[in-house]
């Protein structure tokens, strides 16, 4: 995927309930050593299951940003994912720049993200939601609306342009910081480098005494 594609933005944020009053996406979930693994643009055929794979064999949790497009694809990893008892976010249906759109359409666009993703797995709970690009607009106030929280990030590997499974590994060792959200991503392009880093990166900082968590409190 080129790096067009996933070029970030500063959030460009409305009010919520009036002036001063603004929904802003959270970047880290406490003050402790703890980490939060995202990722964004799944499900993917061959990169996902293989990510599930590596989460599984060290006894982590993350958060999937799902693209309805590709939920709709592939069911069967929806379903694989929540089994698994990873979190479900929701990161619009064709990963669509948002940030210039109405509210009427924005909620359109979710709703029918969430519904996709349901028809996989009936009742599922998909509590977040992360723009595509990071280009925000008004989508925290509608989520908000809707019942998700807005999550950005921290840190981010810029895993969408590959530089080599070693410098990810650098990126995420080096970067974390107490808390934080760290953007990742299973689906869009070869995740093949990102997968290999995880699997490196968790025990290293596991070793330092990182521990890899959901944001459940912050949910409540």
């Known amino acids: ?9 500063s959030p460009h944020l409305r009010t919520a309930s009036g002036p001063g009053t603004a929904v802003r996406p959270i970047e880290a979930i406490g ?8 990722f964004d643009d799944g499900p993917h055929p061959v990169h996902t299951p293989r990510l599930l794979d590596v989460l599984a064999a060290h006894d982590v949790r993350a958060v999937f940003f799902l693209q309805g497009d590709q939920a709709a694809r592939h069911r069967d990893l929806v379903r694989r994912i929540t089994a698994a008892g990873h979190a479900l976010g929701n990161h619009g249906m064709h990963h669509d720049d948002m940030s210039g759109w109405a509210a009427g359409r924005i909620a359109s666009d979710l709703l029918q993200t969430t519904a996709v993703i349901r028809q996989a797995v009936p009742h599922a709970q998909v509590p977040w939601f992360r723009a595509p690009y990071g280009a925000w607009g008004q989508t925290p106030t509608v989520a908000t609306a809707l019942g998700m929280r807005p999550m950005g990030w921290r840190l ?16 995420l060792t080096e970067g974390v910081s107490p808390g934080a959200v760290v953007l990742l991503h299973d689906g869009g392009g070869d995740r093949s ?6 699997d490196h990166a968790i025990p290293a900082l596991q070793t330092y005494g990182w521990r890899f968590v959901l944001p459940d409190h912050v949910a409540r």
């Open 1 to 9: 995927m080129s790096p067009s594609r996933h070029t970030l933005r």
């Open 31 to 38: 003050t402790e050593n703890v980490v939060c693994l995202t």
């Open 156 to 171: 981010a590997v810029t895993d969408w342009e590959p530089p080599g499974t070693g410098e990810l590994v650098r990126r």
């Open 193 to 198: 480098q990102t997968v290999e880093a995880v």
